[in-house]
């Protein structure tokens, strides 16, 4: 149970990262739970566990990390902004 909360706490923490850098639409909800997985990983890595968590996740570093991740993926395979 523990594993499939992570799953759903990673797609969320990857949505909001995905609305925040305005490539929420160009990622699928695989990419939301990736983003979110590894994001949640980098940002507590730079930032540390503080504030609130959930599934063994700090929610502000993780969204962080997801964000900078997103930015910088996007940068290496060229996805481009939304404009509409």
Do not use: C, H, Y
Request: proline content about 2%; cysteine-free; glycine content about 16%.
């Amino acid at each position: 149970m523990g594993f499939l909360w992570s799953l759903i706490v990673g797609a969320i923490i990857g949505a909001i990262a995905g609305a925040l850098t305005n490539r929420g639409q160009a990622m699928g909800w695989i990419a939301n739970i990736i983003a979110g997985l590894l994001g949640s990983v980098v940002g507590q890595a730079l930032l540390g566990s503080w504030g609130p968590q959930l599934a063994g996740m700090a929610l502000i570093p993780s969204i962080i990390g997801a964000v900078i991740l997103i930015l910088i993926v996007s940068v290496f395979f060229g996805m481009k902004r939304d404009e509409s």
